[in-house]
């Protein structure tokens, strides 16, 4: 992934930012056209397999637990009911399946290994596979790359000073680290940010810079505008201008000319005319289905009819990088034997107790 050497200080960002908008969009669409098939949009979905009850204070974010919101908590999904979501996926033309789950850190335990057995059956459905888990170290990582993952999601949000004014929890550094250790594991990265949260210009640029200073900057950036949620402490932030998105696309796009661009959250506020200059600018992903984790999105069919009327094609999955190979997991394999050993000795025993049955120990 490369940057474009023409941009390289803030106040060049600035300037671009701030070019008179049809030549900012008509740079941006000549830069796509160079890398990128310009018909080609990717559907994606999103599916939050945990949601809410999460210990940390994003701003913008209903699933804080410390937040009082119509999100109604609920635990980890079972590996048959994302397996059977991910299939309604595909059928719906998705091809990425981005599994968030309402977590301040991934932790070694009988749900983290769940994630990796949906990880692995995700990819076996041939759909690209990310997840968003929170904070992750570098094995953890490597049990999700050897699992099958595609791409890590972990979004820098804004500018490293404007960061604190939304999240007080951790720091703009644990975020980096996470972002490192999904690269070191040689998961692609997926990290874009949000606008609309009452940030200024500068610290929509400075999150592009943040990207900028990385050693290979993200394959993946999800622009998302911010939809504001009652009860969370942003709730009364004015919804931003859809001109604000088409900019912001379109200085990602010219900046980081071979990564994807996603437009993301807060399509249902933008209308089609809006969005079409945004996949003109270079957005080549939107995520598809009524639903965005918790909050709303346009409907597939919505989706459908706006696909016919623009002449846009569903990006098919890996065109933008191998397939992984799943391998098994030696963590679960060796549960696994343990359980089939287990239940072994169960039966055993019940045999030589003539149908008595002893007390049942679940393995963890
Ligand atoms: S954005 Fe993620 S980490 Fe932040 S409160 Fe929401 S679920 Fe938790």
Known sequence: ?????????????????????????????????????PREVQMSSLLSIKTGGCPE????????????????AHKLMSVESVIEQAKNAKANGSSRLCMGAAWREVRDNKDFDNVVEMV??????????????????????????NAGLFAYNHNLDSSPEFYGDVISTREYEDRLNTID????????????GIIGM??????????????????????????????????????????????EMIRMVATTRIVFPESVVRLSAGR????????????????????????????PNPEFNEDKEMFDILGLIPKAAFADGEKPVSQPDPIIEARKEKEALRAKE??????????FEPRKIVVE
């Not at 929509?204 to 622009?223: D, F, K, Q």
């Not at 169960?346 to 149908?355: D, N, Q, R």
Request: one cysteine or more; a negative charge; hydrophobic letters at 35%.
């Open 1 to 37: 992934m490369k940057v474009n050497p023409q941009y390289q200080t803030k106040e060049q960002l600035l300037e671009l930012y701030n070019k008179p908008l049809l030549e900012l969009v008509f740079e941006a669409a000549s830069i796509h056209r160079q890398y990128h098939n």
């Open 57 to 72: 204070d994003c701003g913008y974010c209903p699933q804080a637990a410390r937040y009082h919101t119509d999100v109604e």
């Open 120 to 145: 692995q059956a995700v990819n076996d459905l041939d759909m690209e596979v990310c997840c968003t888990l929170g904070m992750l170290n570098e094995e953890q990582a490597v049990r999700l790359k």
């Open 181 to 192: 250790n999904a690269r070191k594991a040689g998961i692609t990265v997926c990290s874009g």
């Open 198 to 243: 009452g940030e200024a210009v500068e610290d929509r640029v400075g999150l592009l810079m943040s990207y900028m200073t990385m050693e290979t900057p993200p394959e993946s950036i999800p622009i998302n505008a911010l939809v504001a949620v009652e009860g969370t402490p942003l709730e009364n932030q004015k919804p931003i201008e859809q001109w």
């Open 268 to 295: 249902t506020k933008m209308n089609m005319e809006g969005q079409a200059l945004c996949f003109m600018a270079g957005a080549s992903s939107i995520f598809a289905g009524d639903k965005l984790l918790t909050t």
């Open 346 to 355: 169960l039966e055993e025993a019940k045999c030589a107790s003539h149908g």
